[in-house]
């Protein structure tokens, strides 16, 4: 009978690689406590309407890119695609935003069906921060000085590129949309064909086309500056400011639309040009109108997410990911018979008491000292200890450095602890 294989484009994360993953969650989960972000887990299922309501019903998102089941007793629930709506619920759902500042963050899988490809997948992850009740461009710029300290702290900050650009209030966006769909309507023979269907439902994201007929018929196409609100230029130049005053650089890219509906003001990514096509390794941007759209009071909103796949590729392509995070143990207990067997089980238990941080294995199912040891060696442990007959007899283990240094010496069981505490932690 043929094996079941997992779904295309969903992966499993398998023991070699799940130390890269656990080491860059480490360091994200760190940055929050940094800033005093507190963590919020919503499910992994929404109601559909949900995201809809949100994310726009001309997005690529939902418009091809949901995975929609309908639920046993009626209506229609979605994997969710992206976490900022889910967030937005639950914390109107519990009253966290009312009268107070919520700085949250979250982390998990997402749901897109997208073609697969390097750095494109159905099952992908994120990390996502989201800020609630603060509409001044400080948070703004907190949100993108935080990101920048994670680039630095892994060591990619030279290959990260920092895009901005600012959307405006919601009428200066339907001002400048009329005159964009105006002015691309009467040149409609010149766009791709995916711009020509967006023309209808989501006309400002023709803007980013990759396509290079387009994007010249976008040079002559009206200036969203030219229709950006006061509120908007002033909110914008003082986080440019603040990000000079930081020394961090950034491209003012006014065709950057990110291609959710929500947006408002400020939005921004990180890209790179060493991961091909799928560049954009974090995105964020101002969501202020969107918790009323969701029925709840106004109150401003701001966020970013990043892909943990395009993350953990560009920080193997760029030799990042430190050595020492793949061996998971210290040391190999290997026994000899079945009285040594007995003992080992104890000793290791007992060293576990005595040394929490010890990464111990026991050698279990038996074997010769050959076989034994082999299996200590391409375990990774630092450290042998062996345990056969004559050591039981006069209470003493043989300690074996499997990785060079130091000699093979026999310590009393009462001082075992002390002595792989020294050479363990020198
Ligand atoms: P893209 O430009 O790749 O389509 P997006 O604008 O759809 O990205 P967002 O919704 O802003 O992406 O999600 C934030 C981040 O999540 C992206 O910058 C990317 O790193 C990651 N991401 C999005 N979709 C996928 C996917 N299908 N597979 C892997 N990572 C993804
Ligand atoms: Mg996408």
């Given at each position: ?90 914390v ?55 990101t ?31 005159e ?51 509120e908007?230029?002033?909110h ?33 990514e ?12 974090c995105g964020?941007?101002r ?50 018979g079945s009285?040594?067997a ?18 111990l ?21 630092k ?29 009393a069981f ?13």
């Open positions: 009978m043929a094996k079941i294989k997992a779904v295309r484009g969903m992966y499993d994360i398998l023991p070699d690689q799940a130390p890269i993953w656990q080491f860059v969650e480490q360091q994200v989960r760190h940055l929050f406590s940094q800033y005093g972000y507190r963590e919020i887990r919503t499910p992994i299922i929404e109601k559909t309407e949900l995201f809809c309501r949100s994310i726009g019903t001309g997005t690529d998102v939902v418009e091809k890119e949901m995975y929609t089941f309908s639920c046993r007793k009626g209506g229609h629930l979605t994997l969710r695609p992206e976490a900022t709506a889910a967030c937005v619920r639950a109107e759902e519990h009253g966290l935003a009312f009268n107070q500042v919520q700085r949250l963050w979250y982390n998990g899988p997402m749901f897109r069906y997208e073609r697969p490809q390097k750095g494109r997948q159905r099952q992908f992850h994120q990390f996502g921060a989201e800020v609630y009740g603060i509409d001044s461009p400080d948070i703004d710029a907190e949100l993108i000085l935080m920048a300290r994670l680039w630095r702290k892994l060591g990619i900050e030279q290959v990260l590129q920092l895009q901005l650009n600012t959307l405006g209030s919601a009428s200066a966006r339907t001002a400048y949309r009329a964009l769909v105006a002015f691309l309507k009467a040149n409609m023979s010149a766009l791709d064909t995916d711009s020509q269907r967006r023309l209808a439902t989501n006309p400002l994201r023709i803007l980013d086309s990759k396509d290079t007929a387009t994007q010249a018929l976008l040079d002559h196409a009206p200036v969203f500056l030219d229709y950006l609100d006061k908007s230029i002033s914008f130049a003082r986080l440019k400011q603040i990000l000079d005053d930081a020394e961090i650089r950034y491209q003012v890219n006014p065709r950057l639309v990110r291609g959710l509906d929500y947006y408002c003001k400020t939005v921004f990180w890209t790179t040009d060493d991961l091909g096509a799928q560049g954009t390794v964020g941007g969501y202020d109108g969107l918790i009323a759209q969701l029925g709840g009071r106004p109150t401003p909103g701001i966020g970013w997410a990043m892909g943990v796949e395009r993350l953990i590729l560009l920080l193997k392509s760029m030799q990042a990911v430190p050595a020492d995070i793949f061996n998971p143990l210290d040391v190999y207990l290997i026994n000899l009285v040594a007995l003992v080992a089980q104890k000793l290791a238990e007992s060293l576990r008491d005595q040394l929490p941080d010890l990464r294995q026991l050698h279990c199912g038996g074997g010769d000292f050959k076989s034994q040891l082999k299996k200590a060696d391409r375990s990774g442990a450290v042998a200890l062996l345990l056969g007959e004559d050591e039981l007899v006069q209470e003493q283990i043989q300690v074996k450095p499997l990785r060079g240094q130091g000699k093979q010496q026999n310590i009462v001082e075992l602890a002390t002595h792989l505490q020294q050479i363990l932690c020198p």
